[in-house]
């Protein structure tokens, strides 16, 4: 339970102010269907997440666990300066003209890979065995950082406190690392 809660509050602070919400918001003006924007995003975060936890999954196999330790929480550490900077809109919806649906499921798979949260969708299935809740809670993390705002579209990210949740993400990537070179909650249970 805990690789779930862990990997669905991890992503959702990191994707506020990321660009694939930035995304989000301009499929959302462009297309006016959130439903299929909604079903796009949920199909390419979980083949997006499924990889990188996989990738996770095999790292954890393939290193020893001191050396894993080390690497999950210099990897957290990273991911929470990182935060710290803001996205800037990539402009992919532009470059595609397939529809809400495939239009999304395309950009949005695309934009995630190298994406702070699939990066972190690799570092939690390293720390936790259960792949299986953490790409679960990494794509629930992404839907709820998302649909507010594929459903609000522009009001939502204009009023969120996007610096301060940066912030607050940053210090969740941070402590996360801490406890992760402290040897805390580094077992690989679920």
Do not use: C
Not at 57 to 72: E, H, N, Q
Not at 92 to 112: C, D, H, N, R, S
Not at 144 to 161: C, D, M, R, Y
């Amino acid at each position: 339970m805990e690789s779930l809660i862990v990997s669905t509050v991890t992503v959702a602070l990191a994707e506020i102010g990321d660009k694939t919400q930035l995304l989000a918001l301009v499929l959302a003006a462009r297309f006016r269907k959130p439903w299929p924007i909604i079903a796009g995003i949920l199909l390419a975060t979980l083949v997006n997440h499924a990889i990188a936890a996989e990738v996770g999954a095999w790292l954890a196999r393939l290193l020893s666990p001191d050396v894993l330790r080390w690497i999950v929480a210099a990897s957290f550490l990273a991911m929470g300066l990182w935060a710290l900077i803001p996205d800037k809109d990539s402009g992919a919806a532009a470059k595609y003209q397939f529809g809400a649906l495939l239009t999304t499921l395309i950009a949005f798979f695309l934009v995630e890979i190298g994406d702070k949260t699939q990066i972190a969708t690799v570092v939690l299935a390293a720390k936790y065995a259960n792949v299986f809740m953490v790409v679960v809670g990494t794509t629930l993390g992404m839907l709820l950082a998302n649909v507010p705002v594929v459903l609000a579209g522009h009001f939502a990210a204009e009023k969120l406190p996007l610096r301060a949740i940066r912030i607050v993400t940053a210090l969740l990537f941070i402590a996360l690392g801490v406890a992760a070179f402290l040897g805390g909650g580094m077992t690989l249970e679920g």
